[in-house]
């Protein structure tokens, strides 16, 4: 199965700031998606990042919150921006169709 | 939508079986995969099912009735490691995956 890197795995951030999280996968993938986990909760999908296109959003994330950049097939990045604390979570992209793998995550808390 | 209910714990002892349930409401369903999450840990694959039956791997096996919209991971001869966090995830036409809300199993000595 594809190695999947995630940058940075956590990071405490001032509130208002933007932080702009990597993934890197070891071989080309075709699918590749950005997860929150909040605190003790669920796997929540941000949005399908697309490479050469625009990310799809799933209800409830917007491109100006969460803007999503698909370069080629191997990377991608996800910007949390303008954060609050309620934007404490861990991110996590994931690769593939079924079976998905799932990068480390990004552990995120917002002072 | 999709909306996925799952029990919130369970607790057994080694060496016992545990079955988790998943019921599941959807607008479009192609399969359902389950995933263990240990505490800090990455979400790791564990078995998908398209069909009806049961699929078995090692220890774990899982079930689907599309009729009844329900599944279940059934974990067999429970060891302490299997302490973790189980989540049921319908998977749709594009691959995206709805989660449940998540079952935590505590394994007792």
């Known amino acids: 199965s594809a190695v999947i890197s995630q940058k940075p795995s956590r990071d405490i951030c001032q509130r208002g700031t933007s932080l702009t999280i990597q993934c890197q996968v070891d071989s080309q993938v075709t699918m590749m998606f950005w997860y929150r986990q909040q605190p003790g909760q669920s796997l929540t999908l941000i949005a399908t990042?697309?490479?050469?296109?625009?990310?799809?959003?799933e209800s409830g994330f917007v491109i100006d919150k969460f803007p999503i950049s698909r370069p080629n097939l191997t990377f991608s990045t996800l910007t949390v921006s303008n954060m609050s604390p309620e934007d404490s979570s861990i991110y996590l992209c994931?690769?593939?169709?079924?079976?998905?793998?799932f990068g480390d995550g990004t552990r995120l808390s917002i002072l | 939508g999709q909306s996925l209910e799952q029990p919130s714990e369970v607790t057994a002892v080694e060496g016992a079986i545990v079955q988790i349930n998943c019921t599941y409401q959807t607008s479009g369903f192609y399969g359902l995969s389950w995933y263990q999450q240990h505490d800090g840990g990455a979400p790791t694959f564990l078995s998908y099912n398209a069909l009806d039956g049961l699929e078995e791997t090692g220890r774990f096996s899982s079930f689907l009735s599309r009729s009844d919209s329900y599944g279940y991971l059934l974990l067999q001869e429970l060891q302490m490691k299997d302490s973790a966090s189980y989540f049921c995830a319908v998977v749709d036409a594009g691959n995206k995956l709805t989660f449940g809300g998540g079952t935590r199993v505590l394994v007792k000595p």
């Open positions: 994931s690769v593939g169709g079924q079976p998905q793998h």
């Open positions: 990042a697309n490479q050469g296109s625009e990310a799809t959003y």
